[in-house]
């Protein structure tokens, strides 16, 4: 007989079991424990001032069961400016699978993000097994984000993917070699463009922020204080923010965090936004990100584009290539509401590991 069980709000006072819930069943990856999972649930959901609290729980006489919640961004949406919510955080405990919570808090996910004010829901998946039920529920595939990885060091990656001393050993002057050449090929002229690393976002970067948005059809919202809160509040992420000058004025920025990505070390290069396109601003930065994956001891680095980004030959010029890795981005567009999914192109969307819960 299945066990009945309640689908709830969170509050703040839950924090802990959801915690607990996401640690005994394989959802805190590399790096990620109770408390630093606590403290991120708090900075996604509870401390957001872009939207109201989207966060569901499945409980259960035995506790909670099942976590899924929503982050608030700011969107433009063409010549409208929206609220939309990114789907995060889904975690069912194994031992309830087969009753299936998931249905039922997708059900009461989608009711309550729009009686909430948001105008779209979306999402990023990897996995078979968690793209096709939502599909089931009546969300739509959007597109793919495609992970790009630019090699820094072909020796730590060789030897996790070959267990074997002396065949790493007799490797390691090749592909040392190989490593360099790579680096020749790629080689990044910058110019004479200074890159400053800062820990926040000023008000001098607002009006080329806002001229960068009004290029783009539908993009989640760059703000000074969009920025702030994304890369700057929370500590535990440890995120880098490197900006480029051009006679003192910002030229542009680039923001990596460096993290465990499977068995590698990484670089993940979460987002970079050129007021103009310029491969020399383009150069600069991705020198300082590759300056700190050295000095880091990183194996590589990552980063996610669509295949209509417009940096995507420069990322190619770099040294990057596409891996097989990739995201389905979802969406969901309520009935009743003014968007429509009939009239959403993927390529009018800006999209990359900005708009994540994790990255």
């Not at 900075?43 to 099942?66: F, T």
């Not at 998931?102 to 829901?121: C, D, P, R, T, V």
């Not at 968690?130 to 090699?151: A, D, E, F, Q």
Request: with cysteine; glycine share 4%; proline share 3%.
């Amino acid at each position: 007989m299945s066990e009945l069980y309640e689908i709830r709000d969170v509050v703040d006072t839950d924090i802990e079991s959801i915690s607990n819930l996401a640690q005994k069943n394989e959802l805190l990856l590399e790096g990620l424990t109770t408390s630093i999972f606590s403290n991120m649930l708090r900075w996604l959901h509870s401390n957001s001032e872009v939207g109201k609290r989207v966060q569901l729980l499945a409980q259960s006489s035995n506790g909670v069961i099942a976590h899924y919640g929503g982050v608030p961004f700011r969107m433009k949406w063409h010549k409208k400016k929206i609220s939309a919510i990114l789907a995060s955080n889904l975690v069912v405990d194994k031992n309830y699978r087969k009753q299936s919570p998931f249905f039922s808090l997708q059900k009461e996910f989608i009711k309550s993000y729009h009686a909430k004010g948001y105008s779209f829901a979306y999402g990023a998946i990897t996995r078979e097994g968690v793209l096709n039920p939502h599909l089931r529920m009546g969300w739509k595939s959007l597109g793919l984000l495609h992970v790009y990885i630019r090699p820094t060091s072909l020796n730590y990656i060789f030897s996790k993917y070959v267990n074997n001393p002396l065949i790493s050993g007799l490797a390691r002057f090749p592909l040392q070699l190989v490593q360099k050449m790579w680096d020749i090929i790629f080689f990044l002229r910058k110019k004479n463009i200074q890159v400053v690393e800062e820990a926040i976002f000023d008000n001098s970067m607002s009006t080329l922020l806002d001229d960068w948005m009004k290029k783009n059809k539908i993009c989640s919202d760059r703000s000074v204080e969009i920025l702030n809160w994304r890369f700057s509040e929370n500590k535990d992420r440890n995120y880098r923010i490197y900006i480029a000058y051009i006679n003192g004025l910002p030229a542009g920025y680039l923001v990596a965090r460096l993290m465990p990505m499977k068995q590698f070390l990484s670089v993940a290069l979460v987002d970079l936004v050129l007021f103009k396109e310029d491969k020399y601003v383009f150069n600069a930065l991705m020198k300082q990100c590759l300056s700190f994956a050295h000095d880091s001891k990183a194996d590589l680095i990552a980063s996610a584009l669509t295949d209509h980004d417009s940096l995507k030959s420069y990322f190619y010029r770099s040294g990057f290539f596409r891996s097989r890795e990739k995201f389905t981005i979802v969406g969901h567009f309520p009935k009743n509401g003014d968007l429509k999914f009939s009239e959403f192109h993927f390529s009018d969307f800006h999209i990359n590991w900005f708009d994540h819960d994790y990255v």
